[in-house]
């Protein structure tokens, strides 16, 4: 799906693909594209939306700054430990739905998906109003393939969480592959009549 | 905890706080005691950034916090050492003419990681790269570095 895109923009920067919503779960994405500035001492100076001009004069205003000799150390997210420590928290606290959709993201990176839905599940069963835990499932079921199921985990992730416009978009991109791979690219009118349509049924 | 020295100098003895550097020259003004953004990274390393309009953050090796109480003289940005010391958890020795402060940096708390907003430390990510590699923000350390997330839909 990406390298389509990067190609044709013939990208040199480094691309990654956050395939278990890291950056989305870290800082609670509700909508992408979205940009973060981060200076030489790790400070997070900039976020944004799309490249607008006000975003790129700013972005171009702190390149202007002299180079500052502090280097901070980044804080470790709460899923980046490694497996083996997370392993340890769900067992100190195996009642802890945060520990258990910690190590789920955490297994789905290391490719280990049967277990990442086992404990995926587990994060859902205990925190059943978090649209973050049916989403985490929803992408780990994604990647194993059961359409069907990641479907329905999405639509509950939604339910729960309805301005989340990445979950909106991937439930969106699934049921209606054509308006998004097609050859013709992105179909903006058929997005801005499904947002007129779910109005209207309100 | 303070005591004095002969020499007239304190001599601080910080409970768990690391002495980060010689005592910095202090300014004050409005009663109110400054110190250089330069001698802060110069010497203390504690980094002085703007984040908009009359809020700077301040970071450490470990931790940020944001700054108000600043002034400008010239080129120069003052922090106001009383809003540093509670901000980002520094503890704050002066000498005894209040001319000199020595800075120590307190333990810091247990840190929920960081929220994305500005004015935080950008956490440790990581990916996959299109080559099956590793992309991680360490990687670009020391650099600037733009960060876009986007999608095929």
Redesign the interface.
Known sequence: MVRPWVEKAGATFAVGVDRSDVLGSAFGLKAIPVSFLVDEVGIIRLRGGGPSAEFLAEIEGILKEPVSGVRSQPPRLADASPIEELRGRVVVEPDRGGHRLALAQALERAGWLEEAEAEATEAVRRMPNDAQAWFTRGLVRLRREQRDTALRDFREAQRRDPGNWRIRKQIWALENPERFYGPEGIDWAWQREEVERERGEK | MFRRTLAGLVAVGFLGGTVLAAPLPVVKAGGVAYVSARDL??QA???I?P?SEGVY?A??????ALLRLTRLTGDEVQVALDELARSLGVEVGFAEDGRAATLAMKAAAE????????????????????DGGK?S?????????????????
Do not use: Y
């Open positions: 990274e110069k390393g504690i980094a950034k984040l953050v970071c450490s090796e470990d931790r940020c840190t929920a990681g960081s929220t994305g907003m500005p004015g935080t430390l950008a956490p440790q990510v990581e990916w996959v790269g299109l992309v923000l360490a990687q670009f350390r020391g650099r600037r570095v733009l960060i876009n997330s986007w999608a095929s839909w």
